[in-house]
């Protein structure tokens, strides 16, 4: 399973960006999410959604500022990012889960793309 995330670039702080990632047919009964990774840090979760887009997951300091959506129909699962911080600068990487929903657990994906690149000035 090949997953294909785009949409990165260099935004000011209080931008907005949208990525998006092309996951494949085999992802659409998987719950899929984005994570991020910063320069010297761990990858870390930052938003999922179960199989269906019923159910969403954040991390605390992307609340009410980022939305995770998919379109089963283009087997795509999009991040919406409203008022970028410099604190968000990181790879962002879209995963596909082993199970129905998103559990935050980095060990609970099985297939990931290749990272875009987001950097939010100051």
């Known amino acids: 399973v090949q997953l294909q995330a785009s949409g990165g670039g260099l935004v000011q702080t209080g931008d907005s960006l949208r990525l998006s990632c092309a996951a494949g047919?085999?992802?659409?009964?998987?719950?899929m999410a984005w994570f991020r990774q910063a320069p010297g840090k761990e990858r870390e979760f930052v938003a999922g959604?179960?199989?269906?887009?019923?159910?969403?997951t954040y991390r605390d300091s992307v609340k009410g500022r980022f939305t995770i959506s998919r379109d089963r129909a283009k087997n795509t699962v999009y991040l919406q990012m409203t008022s970028l911080k410099p604190e968000d600068t990181a790879v962002y990487y879209c995963?596909?889960?082993?199970?129905?929903?998103?559990?935050?657990?980095?060990?609970?994906?099985?297939?990931w793309g290749q990272g875009t690149l987001v950097t939010v000035s100051s």
């Open positions: 047919r085999t992802s659409s009964n998987n719950g």
């Open positions: 995963a596909t889960s082993l199970r129905a929903y998103s559990p935050t657990s980095i060990s609970q994906y099985r297939y």
């Open positions: 959604i179960s199989w269906n887009g019923a159910s969403t």
